[in-house]
């Protein structure tokens, strides 16, 4: 492709180590990338990760740079902007109360029936992320070790995936992390994120080029690619700060 107008990111084992703080490399990385595209991270993480994550490591970037960054965390269910000062939102899909409740209710009680639910985590295993409700399945804390050790197949998530979406059939259930569920309102997923990127910004998807770690058919960048966007697979935070060091000659 020709260069992008945006370069568009995954958090979690993209451009950081799951739940971690994105390395210096990574944050020099994409204020070089801010002075020449725009740049979008679209992640199931809340807006507080992405405030811990990311906005907390970027604090000497000037507010012009910084309005080119396009925040989305839940997978686009939220979509935040900077404004001069702090990133604000300009939309949120959150869930009603009684939405919440009964994904809350149908994740505990199918975990418990499939043996899936951690008696001694490394923290909460459910979390309401406003737009999304999240499951964790060792705790929200949990070791990166321990975590990819968990589920390395993607069996246990299927399975409670599929358990869990039959009883929320207008809700929309997906495997997100290594060890989490997540579950939104119907029809989000990051290409729901991607397209209304798209619309916001007036960037084609054609012009936009992605990175993830989970590109494969299932995973939860895989929405991304099958809607057309140029993706690019990657195998944790420092390949992608490889890639980029590749890219930015070209931009």
Known sequence: ???????????????????????????????????????????????????????????????????????????????????????????????????????LTALREEAERLGLWEPEPWGEILEDRGSQITFSALGQRAPREAKHAWDPTGAKRSLLRDAVSARLPGLEVRSGGSTSIDITQAGIDKAF???????????PLSAMLFYGDRLDEGGNDYPVLAIGVPSVAVDGWEDTADRLDALLPTL
């Open 1 to 103: 492709m020709t260069a992008p107008a945006l370069v568009a990111f995954d958090l979690d084992d993209t451009l950081a180590p799951s739940k971690g703080l994105i390395d210096q490399r990574i944050a020099d990385l994409l204020q070089a990338l801010l002075r020449s595209v725009d740049v979008a991270i679209i992640s199931g993480g809340n807006e507080a990760q992405f405030r811990t994550q990311v906005i907390a490591r970027l604090g000497d970037a000037d507010a012009a740079d910084l309005a080119r960054l396009h925040l989305l965390p839940t997978c686009g269910t939220r979509y935040l902007r900077h404004d001069g000062s702090d990133f604000t939102p300009v939309y949120a899909h959150d869930l009603s109360d009684a939405e919440k409740t009964a994904a």
């Open 193 to 203: 994120g991607m397209r209304r990127l798209a619309e916001h910004t007036g960037i």
